[in-house]
């Protein structure tokens, strides 16, 4: 069973200040990583993907990749409280079965 | 616009009574995907297409089926609806040009079977 793993939240942090969202995966042959960001009520949208190890910078938004340790992690700078969503965390091995976080709550408090 | 469209938005039922929720979307996707989102299980993948006429299992497939005769739609099918399948349904495409993998979801189907 592939599983992808979250700390479920929530995570508060104030306005302005840096947001750092964790997953772990079991799949060592997994290949393309995403965070999906979700709104109450709403459907995910994608925010970053990533693939190869290191960091990839998009805005305020950086995501970082550790495939020894099987790590993917989301930071969010300048917070803002429109950032307030569940996050959740994706991988894939070959684009065709998709593993999903259960996610995390962010709240970014004013 | 570029879109994935489900219907319908809501959905009771009761148990046994055949449903399908359709989904379809018009940016010319070759993958399509069905998801489940229950509470504190995240998305769990039922079943996908990566073109016309090939579709296959995904993580959670059991009571439901697919079919795809057409690029653009993707229905999900429930033969005998039981209530454990009450859930928040997602449909989603993907260009399979290029290497980002990106989905687009649809606005979701929230089913209830009693």
């Known amino acids: 069973q592939k599983e992808v793993e979250q700390n479920s939240g929530p995570l508060s942090v104030p306005e302005g200040a840096i947001a750092s969202l964790n997953c772990t995966y079991s799949d060592r042959g997994s290949q393309s990583f995403f965070w999906y960001r979700q709104y109450s009520g709403k459907s995910p949208e994608l925010i970053m993907f990533i693939y190869s190890n290191g960091d990839k910078e998009d805005g305020r938004f950086t995501a970082q990749l550790n495939k020894a340790s099987q790590y993917v992690s989301l930071l969010i700078r300048d917070s803002q409280p429109s950032d307030s969503a569940t996050y959740l965390c994706a991988v894939t091995y070959n684009f065709n079965k998709f593993y999903f976080g259960s996610g995390t709550k962010l709240n970014v408090k004013p | 616009e570029a879109q994935v469209t489900q219907n319908p938005r809501y959905l009771i039922t009761v148990t046994g009574k055949k449903l399908t929720v359709t989904c379809s979307q018009n940016?010319?996707?070759?993958?399509m995907s069905w998801y489940r989102q229950d509470p504190g299980l995240g998305l769990r993948q039922i079943y996908y297409s990566m073109n016309v006429e090939v579709t296959d299992k995904g993580d959670v497939p059991e009571g439901y089926k697919v079919s795809r005769k057409e690029k653009r739609n993707f229905p999900l099918i429930l033969e005998s609806p039981s209530p454990n399948q009450t859930s928040l349904y997602f449909c989603?495409?993907?260009?399979?040009?290029?290497?980002?993998?990106?989905?687009?979801f649809g606005p979701g189907t929230r089913l209830t079977v009693t």
């Open positions: 989603a495409s993907s260009s399979l040009q290029g290497t980002s993998g990106q989905q687009y």
């Open positions: 940016m010319n996707h070759e993958y």
